[in-house]
């Protein structure tokens, strides 16, 4: 996960570090060369060169030039700042409703079915909730039983009706089913588009003003980059959105949408997604994810 990240970060930071004494011009350099590993990993640039003009910034104001170990400290400001710009402390999801109906949105292929799978699971197996699944997606019946597919793994219900080609109607028909059988969580699984477009999010503005969800989840690709950060944008600027989904970090060696995510649309991102199996999810924790990235 975000290899030539670290190994970039790591090789800026690496000239500091051992030293005793260092100087503005190597303060310069360093954050120079941390902003070219930000650019490399698809971030930005106006995130890139804010990120280090602050680092800049307070290594001067914290006295790195003559600290007693420059080096550790300027590793510090670079991890403070990271977190920071990945949003600060983890953030949990609203499941005070009853039930708690949790939405779920973003373009086909980011992983948002596999993930609703996913977060059915760990509330079923992590706060012992029952959740009810809903397949929402009323153009692709594929989509419907690969819902399914994941509810039986999980050992989750599953509710769709493959005769009910309104997903408003659908989404309501499955909270009261929801209801009526005792779960407590309803996660909506909704139709993604292979780019944003204006039906997709009118109908997925149409779920959300019927069924009012304690909780919108925005699912995204995280090697997408950039464009995961442009369509989050797009989404959250229709949707006001309470959370982003990354998901595949397991192939994600670059990091720019882990990193910059969080100050384009200033939502938290809320989960992770590392891998296919079920059980392949994490509560995103931007100081651990610092930590990861700066070994
Ligand atoms: P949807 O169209 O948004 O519902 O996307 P899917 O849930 O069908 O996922 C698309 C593909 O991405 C499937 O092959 C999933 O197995 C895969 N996938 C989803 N999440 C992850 C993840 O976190 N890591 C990896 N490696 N693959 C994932």
Known sequence: ??????????????????????????VAETTKE?????????VNFKIAKEFTNRVKEKAIGQDVLTSLQPGQLMVKIVKDEL????????????????????????????????????????LKRKKSKNPLLVACDVYRPAAIDQLHVVGDQIGVSVY???????????????????????HNVVIIDTAGRLAVDQEMM???????????????????????GQDAVNT?????????????????????????????????????????GTGEKMDAVDIFHPARMADRILG
Do not use: C
Not at 168 to 182: D, E, F, M
């Open 34 to 42: 941390i902003r070219r590993a930000l650019l490399d990993a698809d």
């Open 232 to 272: 989050a944008k797009s989404f959250n600027d229709v949707l006001d959105f309470d959370g982003v989904v990354l998901t595949k970090l397991d192939g994600d060696t670059r990091g720019g949408a882990a990193i910059s995510i969080k100050s384009v649309v200033d939502k938290p991102i809320k989960f992770i």
């Open 160 to 182: 769709s009706d493959k005769e009910n080609k309104n997903p408003v109607s659908l989404a309501q028909a499955g909270i009261a089913h929801a209801k009526a059988n005792g």
């Open 83 to 122: 977190t920071e710009l990945m949003g600060g402390d983890a953030e949990g999801i609203d499941l005070s409703g009853n039930p708690s109906v949790i939405l779920m949105s973003g373009l086909q292929g980011s992983g948002k079915t596999t993930f609703s799978g996913k977060l059915a699971n760990f």
């Open 202 to 224: 009118d109908e997925i503005s149409n779920i959300r003003d019927a069924v009012k969800p304690q909780e919108i989840l925005f699912v995204v690709d995280s090697m997408t």
């Open 1 to 26: 996960m975000f290899n030539n990240l670290s190994e970039k970060l790591d090789k800026a930071l690496h000239t500091l570090r051992g030293r005793g004494q260092i100087t503005e011009i190597n």
